[in-house]
T-cell receptor, first 115, second 112 residues
Framework: GAVVSQHPSRVICKSGTSVKIECRSL??????MFWYRQFPKQSLMLMAT?????????EQGVEKDKFLINHASLTLSTLTVTSAHPEDSSFYIC???????????FGQGTRLTVV | AQSVSQHNHHVILSEAASLELGCNYSYGGTVNLFWYVQYPGQHLQLLLK??????LVKGIKGFEAEFIKSKFSFNLRKPSVQWSDTAEYFC??????????FGTGTRLLVSP
C-alpha cells in the first residue's frame, strides 16, 4: 500500500509553546488529509479534514485557532498545536486519501506530551 | 450523527479458536465500511473494506466480514486465529463526506 509518513513520532514541549506535526504522502498525491486524535483506551476522533489548497473543515468542538492545519501541497499537510497545554497531550494521527471511495492510508502517529 | 459501535472491548482467545468481532453503525444512507488493524507499535492498516456488491468481503490474512444491511452490521470473522493476530481492531464507516468514523476498537489477545 501507499506510504504516509508522520513526523515527529514523539515530541515533548513546554506549556505555552507551539508544536508542528507534519504528514507526508510519499508515493501518491493526497487530495484529502485527515487529522485524528486518540485518547488513551478510546477510539480515533476526527479533528479536521483538509483538502489541498483550501481551508480545513473542523469537526464540532475542535478549536480551529488552536489546531492550525495547512495543506499547501498534494503531499504535505501540517498540524500546529498553538499555545499547547497539558490537556493537549495526546496521540495525533493523520491519514491521506487520493479521492472519494479510495482507501485512506495512515501515518504512524505523533505522541505529544505537554509539560 | 454517524456512529460506530464495537461491542467487545477486549477479547482473549487461544490459537486456532474462531473469532468474531461485532460492529454496528448508525447511518441511514449509503456507507462504505472498513476494518482496520493496529499491531503493537505499528500504523493502522486496512484489513478489508466494503463498498458495494457481494456483502461477504474477504480481506488479508484470512479475515472476512459480512455486511448485513438490515442489521446495520459489519462483523469481522476469522475461522482460526494465530498468535500474530494479537492487535487492536477498529471498525470504521465513511459516509458521502469521506470522513472516517471509528468504533472504539477491540483489543484481541491470542495466547499460544
Amino acid at each position: 500500500g501507499a506510504v504516509v509518513s508522520q513526523h515527529p513520532s514523539r515530541v515533548i514541549c513546554k506549556s505555552g509553546t507551539s508544536v508542528k506535526i507534519e504528514c507526508r504522502s510519499l508515493d501518491f498525491q493526497a487530495t484529502t488529509m485527515f487529522w485524528y486524535r486518540q485518547f488513551p483506551k478510546q477510539s480515533l476522533m476526527l479533528m479536521a479534514t483538509s483538502n489541498e489548497g483550501s481551508k480545513a473543515t473542523y469537526e464540532q468542538g475542535v478549536e480551529k485557532d488552536k489546531f492550525l492545519i495547512n495543506h499547501a501541497s498534494l503531499t504535505l499537510s501540517t498540524l500546529t498545536v498553538t499555545s499547547a497545554h497539558p490537556e493537549d497531550s495526546s496521540f495525533y494521527i493523520c491519514s491521506a486519501s487520493s479521492g472519494v471511495h479510495t482507501e485512506a492510508f495512515f501515518g504512524q502517529g505523533t505522541r505529544l506530551t505537554v509539560v | 450523527a454517524q456512529s460506530v459501535s464495537q461491542h467487545n472491548h477486549h477479547v482473549i482467545l487461544s490459537e486456532a479458536a474462531s473469532l468474531e468481532l461485532g460492529c454496528n453503525y448508525s447511518y441511514g444512507g449509503t456507507v462504505n465500511l472498513f476494518w482496520y488493524v493496529q499491531y503493537p507499535g505499528q500504523h493502522l492498516q486496512l484489513l478489508l473494506k466494503y463498498f458495494s456488491g457481494d456483502p461477504l468481503v474477504k480481506g488479508i490474512k484470512g479475515f472476512e466480514a459480512e455486511f448485513i444491511k438490515s442489521k446495520f452490521s459489519f462483523n469481522l470473522r476469522k475461522p482460526s486465529v494465530q498468535w500474530s493476530d494479537t492487535a487492536e481492531y477498529f471498525c470504521a464507516v465513511v459516509t458521502g463526506f469521506q470522513k472516517l468514523v471509528f468504533g472504539t476498537g477491540t483489543r484481541l489477545l491470542v495466547s499460544p
